[in-house]
């Protein structure tokens, strides 16, 4: 028999279009109320997800700490060892984006030393996540490369590694030219996070390959769809087409000898990636992939006993209300998680 290849694009409106016919359950007036329902239940989600920053945060905390380690890093560090006995690496974030002085980027240093100084001790298999609006990023750049840059230091000294993760469109420059200064002081110990729903990622890759090609730098890059609202002349907005770039921006990294961090709970993006690694023979010591914390844990476990490695991103810290917002509002199924909390437990 032929092999048939379908195009990535086919494949992703294909896998769509079989769940909806899946789940519709059938022709005429069924198939009206099974959509309505779908739209009821899709402004309801919308709904909660709108009205979450004006709810109790003591009621937003008993969902939300399914999602983060807690807010002290006993907790992370709690966390983080029970995913390692489980065979599971993690990246550690300490949770808090955007601050208004350069005193806060300094103490948001400091906490990120005593956080690699301490899971070093603990001997914690993992890495560590760093914003850098956190570090100044949009007040001082060049303050922000020096604060992080002794993050990374300290880091590689431990013979660890920081992760330099991706914020919205204002920052990607900015992210991506601080990525390359540390990227040639210490080119084993910093990595960095595309997004694949940016319409300029694939000119990125590119860029930052040969740039690492030139240095004779290793390249690590974590790929993930992207959260941010951005306008549709600088991002993908459907999700067909956010599929297909995150695969053919997956099939790039590779090609150009990237090591990548797979960051998806996508079930049909984790089977196409695992598809592509099997055509192009890529070893296991070239890629990983990479959930959140909390986040389909069916998913992950079913990948960890497929032979892959995983790292799970493990955030804890006192300013977890923003990033439990962002989330709800990437994934508004989290909303189930939301009534158990006010019906369920009380």
């Known amino acids: 028999m032929k092999n048939i290849q379908i195009p990535l694009s086919q494949k992703c409106q294909k896998s769509y279009n079989t769940a909806d016919e899946h789940h519709s359950p059938g022709k005429g007036f069924g198939v009206i109320l099974w959509h309505r329902t779908k739209i009821a239940h899709n402004m309801l989600n919308k709904i909660i997800a709108d009205t979450l920053p004006y709810l109790p945060k003591k009621l937003v905390w008993m969902f939300s700490k ?17 995913l390692n006995r489980q065979g599971m690496l993690v990246t550690v974030d300490l949770l808090g984006e ?43 750049p060049e303050e922000c490369y ?9 880091a590689a000294r431990r013979k660890s590694f920081v992760r330099i993760d991706m914020e919205d469109s204002q920052c990607t420059r900015l992210e991506i030219d601080l990525f390359k200064r540390l990227l040639t002081e210490y080119p084993h110990n910093v ?25 004779g730098c290793p390249l690590n890059i974590r790929l993930c769809k992207g959260i941010y609202v951005e306008p549709e002349e600088i991002a993908w907005r459907d999700f067909h087409q956010v599929r ?30 695992q598809s592509i690694i099997h055509e192009q023979h890529r070893s296991n010591d070239s890629y990983e992939f990479q959930m959140l914390y909390g986040v389909t844990p069916s998913l992950r476990d079913s990948i960890v006993t497929a032979g ?22 990437e994934n508004p199924k989290m909303v189930y998680d939301i009534l158990k909390a006010i019906f369920i437990r009380g």
């Open 66 to 82: 399914k999602y983060v380690a807690g807010e002290h890093i006993e907790e992370g560090i709690s966390i983080s060892r029970e």
């Open 146 to 154: 020096r604060l992080t840059r002794e993050v990374v230091d300290m």
């Open 308 to 329: 892959h490695s995983m790292r799970i991103y493990v955030p804890f810290g006192k300013d977890w209300f923003g990033y439990c917002s962002r989330r709800l509002k």
């Open 244 to 273: 297909h770039h995150y695969l053919k921006d997956l099939e790039l990294l590779f090609q150009r000898n990237a090591y990548v961090g797979i960051a998806t709970h996508d079930s049909f993006l984790v089977s196409e990636a």
């Open 191 to 215: 990595g960095l996070v595309l997004q694949a729903y940016l319409k300029r990622t694939r000119a990125d890759i590119e860029e930052l390959a040969d740039f690492a090609e030139k240095k």
């Open 98 to 140: 955007f601050i208004t002085n350069l005193d806060e980027a300094r103490k948001n240093k400091e906490e990120y030393r005593t956080i690699i100084q301490r899971f070093s001790d603990d001997n914690i298999r993992g890495n560590f996540s760093v914003k850098p609006t956190s570090f100044g990023l949009l007040i001082d």
